[in-house]
């Protein structure tokens, strides 16, 4: 049985953003695990993060926020469509949903796409060969999305908490979340802790 991580993550959370980096480091590092990176649809317009606590993830990740995106900073977000395009691809191709959540997190930090509307994805659709059915596309969760909340339920009351990001690594029978804001300006400290834990 693989080792397996699970990345619970908002694609419009700069913390998620900013924890990113270790989900990479972890998969590159440990080609064996299977990676399961779910969207947990927390912002869905009401709020946002806000310019206060973007500069704070920025200060205190080693990622970077585009003028475009900083501009909007305290503007309402909606990850609606993320959350069911993102389902919809772990779904179907699990294998692209890391490349592809790099490519999306650039577009929304650094380019300042707000991903809200369909033609906001046709770029990354293009550049990864996808075709997602036409109901990614609506303004309410699709049945992927929802089928993915509940897991996430699931693990979050295992995890016995509902704070994102989140990072669980899962061994066999032995479960760790990892403490990853400790690790937010080194990626690498954090391999290291990972294999001390598959050891």
Same mark, same amino acid.
């Given at each position: 049985?693989?080792?397996?991580? !699970? ?8 913390? /998620?953003?900013? %924890? ?6 972890? /998969? ?12 947990? %649809? ?9 310019? %206060? &606590? $973007?500069?704070?993830? =920025?200060? +205190? ?28 691809? &772990? ?37 990864? *060969? #996808? ?9 309410? #969760?699709?049945?992927? %999305?929802?089928?993915? &909340?509940?897991? $996430? +339920? =699931? ?27 400790? !690790? ?10 990972? *294999?001390?834990?598959?050891?």
């Amino acid at each position: 049985m693989h080792p397996e991580l !699970y990345f619970i993550y908002d694609s419009h959370c700069p913390w /998620s953003y900013a %924890a990113t980096p270790l989900v990479n480091a972890i /998969s590159e590092s440990f080609p064996d695990i299977e990676v399961h990176a779910w969207h947990c %649809a927390h912002y869905d317009g009401s709020d946002c993060a806000g310019f %206060a &606590q $973007i500069k704070e993830a =920025e200060k +205190q990740s080693q990622q970077l926020f585009g003028q475009e995106h900083m501009r909007f900073a305290d503007s309402p977000k909606n990850a609606i469509l993320t959350a069911n395009f993102m389902a919809w691809l &772990q779904d179907k191709q699990p294998e692209k949903v890391l490349p592809v959540l790099n490519a999306l997190q650039k577009e929304h930090y650094v380019e300042g796409n707000p991903f809200g509307c369909k033609n906001d994805f046709m770029p990354l659709i293009a550049e990864f *060969k #996808l075709s997602p059915p036409n109901k990614v596309f609506k303004d309410e #969760l699709s049945n992927e %999305a929802l089928y993915q &909340q509940s897991d $996430i +339920q =699931e693990l979050q009351e295992f995890m016995q908490t509902t704070a994102f990001p989140s990072l669980l690594i899962t061994n066999g029978d032995n479960a760790v979340l990892l403490e990853h804001a400790r !690790y937010l300006n080194n990626p690498q400290s954090l391999v290291k802790e990972v *294999k001390k834990i598959l050891a």
